[in-house]
């Protein structure tokens, strides 16, 4: 069977899966996109034979739409999500799931009434290969009872566009979720603090910004993010059990010796990056969709849970103070 998608929202990551569906994996096409920009969804389609609808509705509504893609402005996401769902289609939705804890309780109370797992949010990084191992070692007790982690995310710049707030909501927000994967457990607090503030950063953005993450079970997480470190994209992660530590492995590249020097490059933005795990994550919900099964990787759940947290680090932003997060349990529907 091959799986007949429909993307809303064709800026650049849209643009990007609709290229990834088309000529990287194997048993899907897409068939129909839409943006609030119709040129801009042309010429992402162009070539591919899809067509371009007026909005996420006709998308989600045609007949030849088996599942939806959700690559749209954070705040649109949830509609779209909550839609599909009405239909009972399969929907892929680029984080954050919602911008308001509220958004994303509503799409987990649709999805339960609905009484299948539709859902999956795109958090790729439980695709990436050097993650993974991390996840192997540490689910099977190589190290011993995790206590602590130490996570670094670091972009050379960001546009101008980016606000404070985002740090949490868009960059944090992978941390968040793959900690939670890693540790298999929920987050219960966090504190944000914001040391001597770069020079290279615009005005009114309070960056780099040092955030504490307190898990329900105890152990301790800290990450750095800095999004304008200027050398290049740089992801680090290391959990620290009892009885030993496993790390996220180098990005593999050539040792460059010269001038005195020896260096190897460093990535220079996300795509680059991780451009494997999004693959390997597309061909999983692929695969899935087509077998109609319910898709096994990062649910509607995780997606609450991590909309619920980065609210928490944008409250304890602005006042500075360990804040709550209240999580609640996880239904048996998300088990």
Not at 8 to 32: K, L, N, Y
Not at 104 to 114: G, K, N, V, W, Y
Not at 187 to 192: D, E, F, G, L, R
Not at 293 to 303: K, V
Request: proline content about 5%.
């Amino acid at each position: 069977m091959t799986v007949k998608v429909g993307v809303i929202g064709t800026g650049w990551i849209g643009a990007e899966h609709i290229r990834r569906i088309t000529t990287s994996i194997g048993g899907a096409e897409v068939v129909a996109a839409t943006d609030i920009d119709a040129d801009r969804a042309a010429r992402a389609v162009e070539g591919t034979g899809a067509r371009v609808l007026a909005d996420g509705t006709e998308v989600i509504a045609a007949d030849d739409v088996d599942a939806v893609v959700v690559t749209s402005w954070g705040p649109a996401h949830a509609e779209s999500v909550l839609a599909a769902i009405a239909e009972g289609k399969p929907v892929f939705c680029e984080k954050p799931l919602a911008t308001t804890a509220e958004d994303a309780q509503r799409i987990l109370d649709a999805e339960q009434r609905h009484g299948s797992r539709l859902v999956q949010v795109g958090f790729m990084r439980r695709f990436d290969a050097g993650y993974v191992q991390m996840k192997e070692v540490v689910s099977s007790g190589g190290i011993g009872a995790p206590l602590m982690a130490h996570c670094v995310h670091r972009n050379p710049t960001v546009p101008e566009t980016y606000h404070s707030e985002m740090a949490a909501q868009d960059t944090a927000v992978h941390e968040i979720d793959v900690m939670r994967w890693l540790l298999d457990d929920e987050i219960s607090a966090v504190q944000v603090i914001t040391p001597r503030p770069t020079g290279n950063r615009f005005e009114h953005l309070r960056d780099p910004q040092f955030m504490l993450f307190e898990m329900a079970g105890g152990a301790r997480v800290d990450l750095e993010v800095f999004v304008n470190c200027r050398y290049g994209y740089e992801i680090g992660c290391e959990v620290v059990g009892e009885e030993g530590t496993v790390r996220l492995p180098e990005i593999p590249g050539v040792v460059v010796r010269n001038s005195g020097h020896r260096s190897t490059p460093v990535p220079q933005d996300w795509t680059t990056r991780f451009a494997a795990a999004f693959d390997a994550e597309f061909e999983a919900w692929v695969r899935e969709v087509a077998a109609g099964t319910p898709t096994t990787g990062p649910n509607a759940w995780d997606g609450y849970a991590a909309t619920v947290v980065t609210d928490a680090a944008v409250r304890s932003l602005h006042s500075g103070g360990v804040v709550e997060t209240g999580i609640k349990d996880r239904p048996a529907f998300y088990a």
